[in-house]
């Protein structure tokens, strides 16, 4: 089996080439990815545990899935796609912003993103995938903020710019 490829961009988000997703990590190059939001009819949004056995930020809370788009892959299709591998469903989505982060891991990877924010409706229970994801969890916008004031190490380093800088962009 190959290696995943990522989408090398410049900061425009054009791209400029293709490289496996380790190598783009371990040399902290600027890559495409998306982060999904899914909200229930009660303004909750779902949150996502990564796996204990992730290679980077195991076991701690973040937006619904992300992942990274393939080449030739358009962003709301890769959030679809990826939807439904980690958490067992599919949503309409829409994209609201994106911008780009660059986010270092004790491991010696950086996570060097221009992240597309996509938001969609969701009211059932996931089948969430336990390689990618160990729990799930609905919880309120205001109440995350507050868990993250109180708690910032619980969270990832994207999911927490996303709610710091890009708060007004990840409602439906």
Excluded at 94 to 114: R, V
Excluded at 137 to 149: G, N, S, T
Aim: glycine content about 6%.
């Amino acid at each position: 089996m190959t290696e995943e490829q990522v989408i090398l961009v410049n900061e425009n988000d054009e791209q400029i080439g293709l490289m496996p997703k380790q190598e783009a990590h371990e040399k902290a190059v600027l890559h495409r990815a998306f982060s999904v939001f899914i909200f229930n009819d009660s303004n909750e949004l779902m949150l996502q545990q990564r796996a204990l056995e992730k290679y980077h930020s195991p076991g701690l809370w973040t937006n619904t899935c992300c992942s990274h788009q393939r080449n030739g892959e358009g962003n709301v299709i890769a959030g679809q796609r990826r939807l439904q591998e980690e958490m067992g469903f599919i949503s309409d989505l829409k994209e609201t912003t994106s911008f780009i982060y660059k986010a270092p891991f004790d491991n010696g990877l950086t996570e060097y993103e221009y992240d597309h924010i996509l938001v969609g409706n969701y009211n059932g229970i996931p089948k969430i995938n336990p390689i990618e994801v160990a729990s799930w969890k609905w919880m309120k916008l205001d109440a995350i903020v507050q868990d993250i004031e109180q708690n910032p190490s619980n969270y990832t380093a994207w999911f927490k710019i996303i709610f710091e800088k890009f708060y007004k962009y990840i409602s439906l």
